[in-house]
């Protein structure tokens, strides 16, 4: 049984530091994954769209852990914006990036939609997210430590009405997930796709109003948060119950990771002839 590296908070800056890049941090999870990972002692890059915010919630973090902040306004849904997150912190040693920001907040049918919108879903959860991966791991991959933790959904598990093209982005998020966590772990550089629940942030509440509350079973973002960097060492999902009546989460995380063994096994013999 791995120990989680966050109750070990010199170790986790040891695999995670000296900085951590957090896309998305203004509010709810991101807000929550910052606090979590300065608290540890990392060096955290706050990146959204609303600049006060996030000044002051650096000065937060800054005055609290002892940290150093940096403040990146970037709209992550625009095209290019993962490779422009990339060279604002290029002169920093990453060793953490956690990809937050992802929301459908749509709501509609997708003949509904206009393909814009869709085109800016897929470029916050799957181009800018895949681009920021590709580039801030390969110094990850030469130290031979690191990690990337990526915010899925319960909706990867399947298509719904009315989130389409999100629980596709979100799928694509879960496989290349477990295909980088087979890829880089041996490597030392840790992969966690955390599979969320509903949660209690800011963007569910502008999005549902009251029935935010009337839901059962929606769920605090710092208990996600503080669970999804339990797992970030163990990997390489960790899947919150869903709500999706019928779906055992437990058991399709289970079903999900030995899958992932049997297709080691069979990668193996394919491209490296046993
Ligand atoms: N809340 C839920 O019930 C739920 C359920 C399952 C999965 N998730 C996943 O959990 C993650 C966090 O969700 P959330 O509910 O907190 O909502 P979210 O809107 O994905 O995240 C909020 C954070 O992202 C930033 N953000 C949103 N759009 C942005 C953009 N275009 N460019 C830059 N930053 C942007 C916001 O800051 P600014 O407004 O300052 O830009 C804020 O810091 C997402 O990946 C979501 O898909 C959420």
Known sequence: MTTPLIDN?????AQYGPWAVIAGASDGTGEQFAHQIAATGINCVLVSRRHGVLTTLGETLEKTYGVKTRVVVLDLSLANAGIQLCKAVADLEVGLFVSNAGA???GKL?????????????NMNVHNPMDAC??????????GRGGLLLMGSGQAIGGQP??????????????????????????????LSAVAPLMHTPTLHRTLGDLA?????VL??????????????????????TG??????????????????????????????G
């Open 9 to 13: 908070p010199a170790a986790f800056c």
């Open 104 to 106: 459908d907040t749509a």
């Open 110 to 122: 997708f003949a509904e939609g206009d393909l814009n919108t869709w085109h800016n879903l897929i």
């Open 134 to 143: 590709h580039i801030l791991m390969q110094p990850m991959i030469e130290r």
């Open 162 to 191: 009315r989130t389409g093209v999100y629980s596709a982005c979100k799928g694509f998020s879960l496989n290349l997930c477990e295909a980088m966590w087979t890829e880089l772990k041996p490597l030392g550089v840790d992969v």
């Open 213 to 217: 509350h009337a839901i059962p079973g």
């Open 220 to 241: 605090d973002a710092d208990y996600v948060v503080r669970t999804s960097l339990e797992n970030l060492n163990i990997g390489p999902i960790y899947i919150f119950p």
């Open 244 to 273: 999706i009546p019928g779906d055992d989460h437990e058991a399709i995380m289970a079903a999900r990771k030995q899958r992932i063994d049997n297709v080691l096994a069979l990668a193996k013999a394919m491209f490296e002839g």
